[in-house]
């Protein structure tokens, strides 16, 4: 039986592994065994007399709590089973705080430890008195922005609109007793980088790598003024959009759908991490990606973002502002609308995953680019083919041969699999004169 989110097995115990149930309770919970390997096979513990007082001692006199410590025989093999609860309080060993995330372990510093004190005690990062700010460093154009886009929306009372920006954040629970809180700075601030270091948006053009930056630039500034800013920035020098002449009208194509643009970019500001890295956007010849610090709350996943999931925002008073604004919806559906605009406009589905503490989500361009070939199991020889076919617009069962110095069996089976993948269509001519293009 394999690992899973809140069992892990280890043949052997070592004091190291109370490491692993601060994680336990510091999360969900979770059972360790000992005496089982990683395949789920029990091999037995000799000394598990002396571990059933040891283990129960360790834990409690290094981390203060108490776990249940049972002895179970398999086959004549003895093992231990370690049942962890979750605690409301946070637990450290050692001075050190340790999180079980997803089938791993990993100490909290930093950021990413003040945001768990932080939830422990009941509160969230943006919910936090920002002492050093006053109104003055309120943006009132932000505030009017917000107030045309909120009555469009519907979502906030017409007697909330009428109201001076001091009782009007209060309302918004984003001031209390006159004094802002982190989320007001986020959102209307004339300048948030003096209080949060990286409040912004780095966007980069790539060549064919990482490492080949051709040219960057910074945006700056609030929440409700980024999400224009930022757009603006794109449309002037990152994408080259392609125009259309319908009669006498002029009309502007962006490369990507410009939704899956606006939700990625909603979702980095909202749910990211404002105390860690800005928000990066990194823009490519045949596709463009969103970074924000910032990994998925528990019991979510990449996979589950790709359904109907629930609304676990990270900090949830921004979040309620964006809602009452019309910026988002309060049912996690971002994360779907992104999806269904690339599928709208007949590009590939995009890609979702937390990387590098953080989430990340990357739109392509066209469905033939090397990368997504790969990812629907082409082989060499058949992305050659494509990209052949891209160039020439057809391609036959003896050029594909003399491309891939190949045997005819081979090209046969190779162009019959692209087929079978919908890349390629044959022609209506059979025999001699049959070729393959893409449909």
């Known amino acids: 039986m394999p690992e899973q989110q809140n069992i892990e097995y280890k043949q052997s115990w070592h004091d190291d ?8 309770a510091n999360a969900n919970g979770g ?82 430890l003040n945001e768990f004190l932080l939830k422990k005690s009941g509160r969230t990062w943006d919910d936090i008195i920002e002492e050093r700010a006053t109104y003055d460093d309120i943006a009132n154009n932000a505030v009017k922005i917000f107030l045309n886009a909120s009555a469009n929306a519907g979502r906030l009372p017409e007697t909330n ?63 409700i003024t980024l999400l224009q800013a930022v757009v603006n920035q794109l449309n002037h020098k990152f994408l080259t959009r392609p125009i259309e002449f319908e009669g006498m009208h002029r009309i502007e194509k962006s490369e990507y759908p410009i939704a899956a643009i606006r939700e990625m970019l909603l979702n980095a500001l909202v749910h990211r991490n404002y105390m860690g890295a800005p928000v990066q956007i990194r823009v490519y010849d045949d596709k463009i990606s969103i970074w924000n610090e910032g990994m998925l709350p528990a019991g979510l996943t990449s996979d589950a973002l790709k359904r109907s999931h ?12 964006a809602f009452k604004g019309g910026y988002i919806d309060a049912w996690g559906r971002g994360t779907i609308k992104i999806l269904d605009a690339c599928k709208s406009a007949g590009l590939p589905e995009p890609e979702m995953q937390e990387i590098n503490g953080g989430f990340n989500v990357v739109l392509f361009k066209n469905a033939l680019s090397e990368e997504q070939l790969l990812n629907l199991g082409l082989n060499q020889r058949q992305i050659k083919a494509v990209m052949y076919v891209k160039e020439k617009g057809r391609i036959t069962n003896r050029e594909y041969q003399q491309l891939n110095t190949c045997s005819r069996n081979t090209a046969s089976n190779d162009l ?24």
């Not at 592994?17 to 336990?24: D, P, R, T, V």
């Not at 986020?186 to 270091?197: E, Q, S, T």
């Not at 209506?428 to 449909?439: C, H, M, P, R």
């Open 31 to 112: 059972i360790m065994y000992i005496g089982i390997n990683d395949t789920g096979k029990v091999v037995g513990v000799p000394d598990y007399k002396k571990l059933l007082d040891d283990i129960p001692n360790k834990v409690r006199n290094t981390m203060g709590i108490t776990v249940e410590v049972n002895l179970n025989e398999k086959e004549g093999k003895y093992f231990i089973e370690i049942i962890t609860m979750s605690y409301t309080v946070p637990i450290s060993i050692r001075g050190r705080y340790y999180y079980r995330s997803g089938s791993t372990k990993q100490e909290l510093t930093g950021a990413s």
């Open 161 to 223: 609109t009428s109201l001076d920006i001091q009782d009007l954040f209060e309302k918004l629970r984003i001031a209390e007793n006159g004094q802002l809180k982190r989320a007001a700075i986020i959102l209307f601030g004339k300048d948030p980088g003096r209080f949060y270091a990286n409040a912004f948006v780095k966007i980069g053009r790539f060549g064919s790598n990482d490492a080949d930056i051709i040219f960057q630039e910074v945006e700056e500034g609030n929440l």
């Open 416 to 439: 019959a699999d692209l087929v079978k993948k919908n890349i390629f269509k044959p022609s209506d001519v059979k025999g001699a004169g049959a070729f393959y293009q893409l449909k």
């Open 17 to 24: 592994y109370l490491k692993w149930i601060c994680g336990f």
């Open 310 to 321: 629930a609304s676990k925002p990270r900090n949830p008073v921004i979040a309620d502002v």
